[in-house]
């Protein structure tokens, strides 16, 4: 399992791209990430 906890992220000069982002991932399955153009999902 992958365990992610307070995951933030912000780039100069700009708002924060990622805010507390919590997961917890099993060690199997697949992961879908969407979101509309620029929520972030790249810099995930």
């Given amino acids: 399992m992958m365990i992610i ?3 933030q992220k ?3 000069g700009q708002p924060p791209t990622l805010q507390e ?3 917890n991932l ?3 399955g697949f992961l879908l990430l969407l979101g ?3 929520s972030g999902k790249t810099t995930f």
């Fill in 5 to 7: 906890k307070h995951l």
């Fill in 10 to 12: 912000s780039y100069p």
């Fill in 21 to 23: 982002v919590n997961l």
């Fill in 26 to 28: 099993p060690d199997t």
């Fill in 36 to 38: 509309e153009s620029g």
